[in-house]
């Protein structure tokens, strides 16, 4: 398992938080998040897990869309993080840096074992 291929249980765990991270930049669509999560070393998101995330977060009201049309092709859903998904991302960015520390803590070759 190479670095960028992350076990998929944990990608799917924080795919929520990344998400509505990529959206608070501004207005985008589903293949544009997916591309900006492989670059950011995320690994492959496919669209069967990211598309159901992104209604998720619409009926939640989490985030507004909006349909435009494409340029010479069919058009897309754009998604805008509003202010109950900004404090949704707040809180779970919060609760991830607390996760992330204890998980790393736990986990860290320094550890002695009992």
């Keep these: 398992m190479t670095p960028t291929q992350w076990p998929a249980d944990w990608q799917r765990g924080i795919l929520e938080l990344c998400v509505l991270r990529i959206i608070g930049d501004g207005p985008t669509y589903g293949?544009?998040?997916a591309a900006r999560l492989a670059a950011a070393g995320l690994g492959e998101v496919k669209?069967?897990?990211l598309y159901p995330l992104l209604k998720r977060l619409e009926q939640a009201g989490l985030v507004?869309?909006?349909w435009r049309p494409g340029d010479g092709g069919?058009?897309?859903k754009f998604y805008e993080l509003n202010d109950a998904g900004r404090k949704?991302?707040?809180a779970l960015?919060?609760?991830w840096q607390h996760f992330s520390r204890a998980v790393t803590a736990h986990v860290s070759p320094t550890r002695k074992d009992h």
Excluded: A, W
């Design 31 to 33: 293949y544009d998040i």
């Design 47 to 49: 669209g069967g897990t």
């Design 64 to 66: 507004d869309v909006e």
């Design 74 to 76: 069919p058009g897309r």
């Design 93 to 95: 960015v919060e609760v």
């Design 88 to 90: 949704r991302r707040d």
